[in-house]
């Protein structure tokens, strides 16, 4: 059982916490990064400190928001009755419109390490990123005779297409509604796990060609 002071000091930590968070979210939508934890602070109206207290760096602070976004997703995409490509329809488009939201954080705050180093390593926004889809992605392996081992290669294919770079792009630049963003890419994507699975599986590489 808590102490009795035990959750008013949670409540207060976790309140510090997201209020360095949304000082982040502010300033990297208005195009302006931090460059130190110092600045978040100041950001946040509160003294370097005690920001101190709650994050040892600005990437930690980005992995925290991060966190918070896939939980959302995670949170969305679990409780759900579909299965298979109409679940990966739902959530894609749930993604898109977060990516629509938040997309110009989403891009400032991606990490420099590859999606499997990242699985591997257990980083918490992958990781629920990646449980957020599975069903979905188990779900589609099987319609499309794959196996369910390759439930780790599809992840990673689907970190690849749907990148929130590309998705504000096909929006901004190709002026495509986000429902045939998410048409188009999900017939991408199935047709890129086809192909990954043939080549993957080819028992000798092709030949070069000739110089």
């Given at each position: 059982m808590d102490k009795p002071d035990e959750a008013p000091f949670n409540a207060r930590m976790m309140q510090r916490r997201e209020q360095l968070i949304d000082a982040m979210?502010?300033?990297?939508?208005?195009?302006?990064?931090p460059a130190t934890?110092?600045?978040?602070?100041?950001?946040?109206?509160?003294?370097t400190a005690t920001a101190y207290r709650y994050f040892q760096?600005?990437?930690?602070?980005?992995?925290?928001?991060?966190?918070?976004?896939m939980t959302e997703l995670r949170d969305?995409?679990?409780?759900?009755?579909?299965?298979?490509?109409?679940?990966?329809?739902?959530?894609?488009?749930?993604?898109?419109?977060?990516?629509?939201?938040?997309g110009q954080v989403l891009v400032q705050v991606r990490s420099r390490r590859g999606f499997l180093d990242r699985l591997r390593r257990q980083v918490s926004s992958t990781v629920?990123?990646?449980e957020a889809r599975r069903r979905a992605l188990l779900g589609v392996l099987a319609e499309n005779d794959l196996p369910a081992s390759m439930l780790e290669d599809a992840a990673m294919l689907y970190n690849t297409m749907f990148d929130p770079r590309e998705i504000l792009e096909l929006i901004n630049l190709r002026s495509m509604d986000p429902d045939r963003v998410n048409h188009v890419l999900i017939s991408s994507f199935v047709g890129a796990m086809r192909g990954w699975h043939a080549g993957i599986n080819e028992e000798r590489l092709p030949p070069r060609s000739a110089k």
């Open positions: 979210e502010r300033m990297l939508s208005d195009g302006k990064l934890l110092a600045d978040l602070a100041k950001a946040a109206s509160m003294s760096s600005l990437e930690e602070v980005s992995q925290a928001y991060l966190v918070r976004i969305f995409s679990v409780p759900r009755e579909e299965t298979g490509s109409a679940l990966l329809y739902i959530v894609s488009r749930f993604w898109i419109g977060v990516v629509i939201e938040h629920l990123g990646v």
